[in-house]
Structure formats: C-alpha cells, structure tokens
C-alpha cells in the first residue's frame, strides 16, 4: 500500500500534534530528528506504534542527546537514519514538516524520485537548525531528490562566506557537488517552485 | 573486482552518501567492502543498500569497526546534471 502520510518532527513539542495527523491514517510515517527525538520515549507515541504507525528516530541526534537503544521502553521507535528521511519525503503522499518553526503541509505532488524538495533556511546561519538542515538535505539528495535549498533573510550569511562550522560548510559543498541549487529569496513569502517544503 | 571504503569517522547520512558515490564509480557486480564505526550506521546503512537493489553479502564486527560487504547490483544515481564529486 502505498504511504499516504509522512510526518518529519524536529520538536518534542510538536509530538501530540503529529500523533493526531497520523491517527486514522491507514499508511503514514514519522520520523523524529534533532530535538524532536526527545519525544522518543513519550508512551502516546508506543501506543501509536502499537496501533500500526511506522516510526523511526535519527539514531545520531537520539545518541547525542543520550537516547540509545535499550535506553527507551518496549515499543518505541525504531533507531533509523537520514535514509529513513529522505524515503519518507519521497514517497509519502503528504508530507508534514514540524521543525520548530513554521509547519509545512505537502500534499498532491506525485511521490517519488525526481521530486522537488525545498528546505527552507529561516533562521540565523549560525542555529544549530540550520546545520540539521542542510544534513536532511544532503539525505534529500541521497535518494534522488532534487534539492532546492532557500535561504531567507535570516540565513543570507550563509552564502556570503564559509566561515561556518565544518559540517554546515561540507553539506554545502556536497549539495553542490551533486548538482543541486541553492536560492537566495528577499522575503520569507517568496516561494520557489516544488512538491515538498520543509521549513527550519 | 573489490574495493574498499573506509567510513571511519563518518557519520549519517554521508556514510550512505559516499557509498553510493562509490558504487556509482565500480562495475556492475563489483564487490565493496565498507568499514565503519559508527554503530547505527552497521544496521543503517545494509538496510539501505538492500532497499535500493544491491546486495549485502556479510556484515561482521572488526574490533571497533564493522565490515560490510556489498555486492553492487543496481545503478545508484546520485548526481545531477552538472554535479561533480563532492569534496
């Protein structure tokens, strides 16, 4: 069957909200990443799994806050990667992004590679998000993405030098290298073409 | 035909990234051998390549490291028109 709900959450805070676009959603997916893996042991989120909902967490974000397997209660989710991501961006139907900031909603663009995500920079270049950003990005185009990276005010920084940290600098380079674009907007209403948004 | 990458140090997701860019580089039927040593990424990335159409020959722990090896069984493609290789 094909997954019709795909939701990414970057916020502990946000769980309950996801939990209530997942419930009655025959095939839908979460995945949490960066703070949002703290929500990781909440047991409304067991009983969702327990109900049939797919979900996994970045074992790296989960590792660096101190969340390893075993550490979590029967039923949690699985310890995944970037790949489990970027699939579910791919493939789910709608795709619901909840970072922290502003929520995206996806929904209608045919799923699939090839698909144009972008991942908007909202934030100071300097936020930790901004570096979880443009690692989901790097995963975006690991599975055949295309990968519009939009930099709002805020981030302008980012692309004026690279004095940046090392892994904010590499991301940017790799996405290059693989030849995927990055756009400078004026304003945060400034859209650019796509299927998926993903806002941090 | 067999290489080996050596991921030490690496991390997600340019542990699966720089395994496709290689497998993308070797013939059809090549075999790789791809050493890491982040834990996750021992489960993580054989998933991966299995769920993309290459082959998970063995997977096996090597003192702080894990061996993978992958034969390639598909064509990744992971650049885009105009992309190079990453630095």
């Known amino acids: 069957m094909a997954l019709e709900l795909g939701v990414l959450v970057a916020d ?17 997916q979460l995945f949490l990443m960066d703070d949002g893996v703290r929500a990781a042991g909440e047991p409304r989120l067991a009983a969702a ?25 029967a039923g949690g989710p699985r310890f995944g990667s970037q790949w489990d991501h970027a699939t579910m961006v791919r493939d789910a139907a709608r795709v619901v992004a909840m970072t922290g900031g502003r929520i995206d909603d996806s929904d209608g663009a045919t799923p ?29 185009a690991a599975v055949e993405l295309s990968v519009i990276v939009v930099v709002e005010p805020p981030a302008r920084e980012l692309l004026r030098h690279d004095q940046h940290a090392a892994a904010v600098v590499r991301a940017i380079a790799t996405l290059r290298a693989l030849g995927h674009r990055f756009v400078e907007v004026a304003t945060s209403n400034h859209r650019v073409s796509c299927d998926v948004e993903v806002s941090w | ?83 190079k290789r990453p630095l």
């Open chain 1, 112 to 140: 699939g590679p090839g698909r144009r995500v972008a991942v908007r920079l909202t934030r100071d270049a300097r936020d930790p998000k901004i570096a979880q950003a443009l690692r989901a990005a790097v995963g975006y």
């Open chain 1, 49 to 73: 799994i327990d109900d049939g909902l797919d979900a996994a967490l970045c074992a790296m974000d989960a590792e660096a806050r101190g969340i390893v397997p075993g550490t979590l209660g």
């Open chain 1, 12 to 28: 502990a805070a946000m769980l309950p909200r996801a939990l209530d676009l997942v419930r009655n959603v025959d095939e839908a």
């Open chain 2, 1 to 83: 035909m067999k290489e080996t990458l050596d991921l030490s140090g690496e991390v997600c997701p340019f542990t699966f990234v720089r395994t496709k860019l290689r497998l993308e580089e070797l013939p059809m039927g090549a075999e790789l051998h791809i050493l890491v040593d982040h834990a996750p990424a021992a489960e993580n990335v054989p998933r991966s390549l299995v769920a993309e159409g290459q082959e998970v020959v063995s997977v096996a722990a090597e003192g702080a490291r894990w061996r993978i090896v992958a034969k390639k069984r598909a064509e990744p493609h992971l650049r885009r028109p105009g992309g």
